[in-house]
T-cell receptor, first 113, second 114 residues
Framework: GENVEQHPSTLSVQEGDSAVIKCTYS??????FPWYKQELGKRPQLIID?????GEKKDQRIAVTLNKTAKHFSLHITETQPEDSAVYFC????????????FGSGTQLTVLP | DAGVIQSPRHEVTEMGQEVTLRCKPI?????LFWYRQTMMRGLELLIY????????DSGMPEDRFSAKMPNASFSTLKIQPSEPRDSAVYFC????????????FGEGSWLTVV
């Protein structure tokens, strides 16, 4: 089955700096890579996703890059703000009948004011 | 849409008691997932259904856990008997084939077994 590894487990940045979180996956058939943000005591919420037919996707201050050859993908947050502090999860999965996602272990991002 | 609705939000129960968690997926969604989240193990998929049929229950930890989906708008996850190591947040989530793999989570049920 799929195995997703996520690094780092914790990340502290100064407000205004950039943050990068990296994930690797094992199943070359995976073609869908979402990122979820989970604030303390809340549910995970989708913030951005990328499919295997593109290498990069941006949405305002967040972007995701995908390298299918190396089987890794990354989340980039620019101009970080205190409200970006949360746990971020990457995930990998396939389209088709098996719709389960395999999640990474999460990254606790702290943005210091 | 109200999103995925779970109940109860919080439950404290004694070891050995039966626990039933409930979930109403987003209307029209054809996949329903039960996840468990703990500090030690992160987000684990327990079981998922497609059109009310269980597809993969390989993540269910043991026979004490069971899940049902009697119709498209309701699912239950039952633990009997409960043990302290079952303490976790249980998330229900749903997705819609026509919208790809995007999974929408409920607010979670926080279970504490003492």
């Amino acid at each position: 089955g799929e195995n997703v590894e996520q690094h780092p487990s914790t990340l502290s940045v100064q407000e205004g700096d950039s943050a990068v979180i990296k994930c690797t996956y094992s199943d070359s058939a995976s073609n869908y890579f979402p990122w979820y943000k989970q604030e303390l005591g809340k549910r995970p919420q989708l913030i951005i996703d990328i499919r295997s037919n593109v290498g990069e996707k941006k949405d305002q201050r967040i972007a995701v890059t995908l390298n299918k050859t190396a089987k890794h993908f990354s989340l980039h947050i620019t101009e970080t703000q205190p409200e970006d502090s949360a746990v971020y999860f990457c995930a990998a999965g396939r389209s088709g009948s098996a719709r389960q996602l395999t999640f990474g272990s999460g990254t606790q991002l702290t943005v210091l004011p | 849409d109200a999103g995925v609705i779970q109940s109860p939000r919080h439950e404290v129960t004694e070891m050995g008691q039966e626990v039933t968690l409930r979930c109403k997926p987003i209307s029209g969604h054809d996949y329903l997932f039960w996840y468990r989240q703990t500090m030690m193990r992160g987000l684990e998929l327990l079981i998922y259904f497609n059109n009310n049929v269980p597809i993969d229950d390989s993540g269910m930890p043991e026979d004490r856990f069971s899940a049902k989906m009697p119709n498209a708008s309701f699912s239950t996850l039952k633990i009997q008997p409960s043990e302290p190591r079952d303490s976790a947040v249980y998330f229900c989530a749903s997705s819609w084939t026509a919208r790809g793999n995007t999974i929408y989570f409920g607010e979670g049920s926080w279970l504490t077994v003492v």
